[in-house]
C-alpha cells in the first residue's frame, strides 16, 4: 500500500533496542499491525494496536501509536539474532483488508 | 488449536496453466483473506470471503476468482498463468467479517515458468 511506509533496513547490535517506524496517511486506520517474516516464511502476527491507544507492551515488544503523526512504532528491547528478519507493519480500516508497508528489513550484528 | 494451514506449500506451473491454492482456518474462524507478496509489489490485497461470499475485491483482473465452502475453508483459483503471477500467496484467517485481529498462514509458494 502506498500510504504505508517504512524505511528499508535497520542494523543494530545484539543487545541493543531496536526501533522500527512507520507512518500511514489514512486516519480512519482501526487495528495496526506488526508482523514478522523470516525468509521462505508466512508472516507472524508480533502485536497489534487498537487506533485508541497510544501504546502496548508485550514482553521485549513494544508499540506507540501517534494517530496526530500518523506514526507507528515497534520497540524490540534486548534484541537478538533470532529477531532478524523483515517487520511488516499493516493498517486495516473496517474490512478485513489489510494495507501493508515495504517491511523494514532488520539485521543484527552479533 | 491448529493455525492456518495452506497448501500446497510449493508449487511449479507453466505459463497458460491455471492453479488452485486451498486455505483452511482457525477452527472457528469464518473470514478468509487471501494477499499476494512479490519483490516487486510487495503484498497485496486480492480478495476476502465471509459465511461464503465474497466481501472485498483488491485491484486484481478476473483471472483471480476464489471461493468459500461451508465449512470455511477457502481456495483461490488463478486462470491463464503469466510469468508475473509467480508470487507467495498468503491467506489470513479472521473471527468475522469487518476489523478484527488477521492470522496468517504460511503461505503457499507458486512459480511460473
Not at chain 1, 3 to 11: A, G, I, R, T
Not at chain 1, 59 to 77: G, M, Y
Not at chain 2, 9 to 30: A, E, F
Request: aromatic share 10%; net charge positive.
Amino acid at each position: 500500500g502506498e500510504d504505508v511506509e517504512q524505511s528499508l533496513f535497520l542494523s543494530v547490535r545484539e543487545g541493543d533496542s531496536s526501533v522500527i517506524n512507520c507512518t500511514y496517511t489514512d486516519s480512519s486506520s482501526t487495528y495496526l499491525y506488526w508482523y514478522k517474516q523470516e525468509p521462505g516464511a508466512g508472516l507472524q502476527l508480533l502485536t497489534y494496536i487498537f487506533s485508541n491507544m497510544d501504546m502496548k507492551q508485550d514482553q521485549r515488544l513494544t508499540v506507540l501509536l501517534n494517530k496526530k503523526d500518523k506514526h507507528l512504532s515497534l520497540r524490540i528491547a534486548d534484541t537478538q539474532t533470532g529477531d532478524s528478519a523483515i517487520y511488516f507493519c499493516a493498517r486495516q480500516t473496517g474490512a478485513n483488508n489489510l494495507f501493508f508497508g515495504t517491511g523494514t528489513r532488520l539485521t543484527v550484528i552479533p | 488449536k491448529a493455525g492456518v494451514t495452506q497448501t500446497p506449500r510449493y508449487l511449479i506451473k507453466t505459463r497458460g496453466q491455471q492453479v488452485t491454492l486451498s486455505c483452511s482456518p482457525i477452527s472457528g474462524h469464518r473470514s478468509v483473506s487471501w494477499y499476494q507478496q512479490t519483490p516487486g509489489q510487495g503484498l497485496q490485497f486480492l480478495f476476502e470471503y465471509f459465511s461464503e461470499t465474497q466481501r472485498n475485491k483488491g485491484n486484481f483482473p478476473g483471472r483471480f476468482s476464489g471461493r468459500q465452502f461451508s465449512n470455511s475453508r477457502s481456495e483461490m483459483n488463478v486462470s491463464t498463468l503469466e510469468l508475473g503471477d509467480s508470487a507467495l500467496y498468503l491467506c489470513a484467517s479472521g473471527l468475522r467479517s469487518g476489523a478484527n485481529v488477521l492470522t496468517f498462514g504460511a503461505g503457499s509458494r507458486l512459480t511460473v515458468l
